[in-house]
């Protein structure tokens, strides 16, 4: 009896042995065990086991930043195939293709793929991988070194940053928009400028423009016809403003009659009858007048501005007090 036991326990023994190793089987092959030096090939994994077993590869490559190794002298790229599919009711089968390449030529030994289910490891066959030397062409045979580095002649614009010369077009547009803008901001000051002098009431602008005059120092630079031209105009413009006197078009003696129809006085005229008469023989009779006379035309000149302007309004004042 106690014979029969021990032969019936290691029956018992052997079959679940047997069973454990039919349930798992783990196979790999290569697509092509020769290899051009610089191709790819793939390296098949087949892995048959029981639909309720559980395993895990312990030495499976993994892709890494840097380049990674299956052995030396054989790179792994990747997997390109990793599934699963039920082969019967109650086994499956886990498939996974592994990309590898190599640059060096020689003869390689891909280790066994180890594959744990518990406490049992299971293990695929070593493979075998021939890489051989790519044959060079006749053609690259003499083929020459790099040419030796040269120096190249510099542009004025070559140390212009890249930055500007890939912009140029949108650069110059935006000057011209500036340059544009401020034109058109002075052009505007300027008609502004223009406007406030053109509203001035006539004696503020006479005397403002004979300041102006005064300042130019025509006379001590011997363009006494200039001056006395452009005192006579500033005397015709504002009689123009002031007595609406057409006197820009009119002669000497066609202004003294249109002022002795106004409230002029008698001593005023006088004034400015003297002062046409010497702008008159300065310009068209080519006198040279003495310094003292530019400067009593010019005295002149201001009082008659000063005895003809319009008198205060008095009920302006009334009502600015």
Avoid at 41 to 53: D, P
Avoid at 131 to 146: A, R, W
Avoid at 161 to 184: K, M, S, W, Y
Avoid at 284 to 301: E, I
Wanted: glycine letters at 4%; a negative charge.
């Amino acid at each position: 009896m106690r014979y029969d036991l021990r032969h019936l326990f290691l029956v018992l023994f052997f079959l679940f042995v047997y069973n454990t190793s039919l349930a798992v089987q783990i196979t790999s092959r290569l697509d092509s065990a020769i290899l051009l030096m610089g191709k790819q090939t793939i390296v098949h994994l087949e892995i048959t086991q029981e639909e309720t077993q559980l395993g895990r590869i312990i030495n499976e490559p993994l892709k890494a930043d840097t380049i990674t190794y299956i052995v030396d002298g054989i790179e792994f790229n990747g997997i390109v195939r990793n599934d699963t599919a039920s082969i019967s009711e109650s086994r499956q089968q886990i498939n996974k293709d592994y990309l590898i390449q190599s640059f060096d030529s020689g003869l390689y030994t891909i280790p066994s793929f180890k594959y744990v289910v518990g406490v049992d490891t299971f293990k695929s066959a070593p493979l075998t991988l021939k890489v051989i030397p790519v044959q060079i062409d006749s053609i690259y045979e003499n083929i020459t070194d790099y040419a030796p580095i040269e120096t190249v002649g510099s542009k004025w614009y070559d140390i212009i940053p890249e930055q500007i010369t890939d912009n140029l077009i949108l650069i110059i547009l935006v000057i011209l928009i500036l340059f544009g803008l401020i034109a058109i901001i002075y052009i505007k000051r300027q008609r502004a400028q223009d406007y406030k002098i053109e509203i001035m009431p006539p004696f503020d602008l006479a005397m403002l423009r004979m300041a102006d005059l005064k300042g130019l120092n025509l006379c001590e630079k011997g363009q006494e016809k200039e001056y006395y031209t452009r005192l006579t105009d500033i005397l015709r413009e504002y009689l123009t403003g002031r007595f609406n006197i057409n006197a820009m078009e009119m002669t000497t003696s066609q202004i003294i009659d249109s002022l002795n129809k106004t409230e002029v006085e008698g001593i005023s005229q006088r004034n400015m009858s003297k002062i046409l008469e010497m702008a008159d023989f300065v310009k068209f009779a080519k006198v040279r007048p003495l310094p003292d006379d530019n400067v009593r035309t010019y005295q002149a000149a201001i009082e008659f501005l000063n005895e003809t302007k319009p008198l205060p309004n008095p009920i302006a004042e009334k009502d600015i007090n």
